[in-house]
């Protein structure tokens, strides 16, 4: 069975930090363009980071430019979203999404992705 499973969510206090995973069953990350995607309640689903499987270029939501980083752990088979100094307004739940797409463009809600996590919820709260 194909999906993909996150972990790492948590409750923190404003300024610390977390590490979200994204794992597959069913198939390999390293060629999939993955995505990372949170939504907060009463608010639409954005795409705050993205790192591609063709060349490696990484996207970044400007409200997390300089404090998220993805990165991927090939042997491991996981992409990793690394959040430090976090605010409340990072409060969200998180999913991770894969696609083969050679073509696919981060960002551009033209470019599906195949497969989505269950999420994992992130709360920042002093």
């Excluded at 999906?3 to 969510?9: D, I, K, M, N, Y």
């Excluded at 954005?46 to 499987?53: A, D, L, T, Y």
């Excluded at 991927?72 to 307004?89: A, F, G, H, I, Y």
Aim: proline fraction near 4%; include cysteine.
């Amino acid at each position: 069975q194909v999906q993909l499973v996150e972990s790492g969510g948590g409750l923190v206090q404003p300024g610390n930090s977390l590490r979200l995973s994204c794992a597959a069953s069913g198939f390999t990350l390293e060629r999939y363009n993955i995505g990372w995607f949170r939504q907060a309640p009463g608010k639409e689903r954005e795409e705050v980071s993205c790192i591609s499987g063709s060349d490696g270029s990484k996207y970044y939501q400007d409200s997390v430019k300089g404090r998220f980083t993805i990165s991927r752990d090939n042997p491991k088979d996981t992409v990793s979203l690394q959040m430090n100094n976090l605010k409340s307004e990072d409060t969200a739940v998180y999913y991770c999404a894969a696609s083969l797409d050679p073509e696919h463009v981060c960002n551009d809600p033209r470019y599906e992705y195949e497969y989505w996590g269950q999420g994992t919820q992130v709360t920042v709260s002093s």
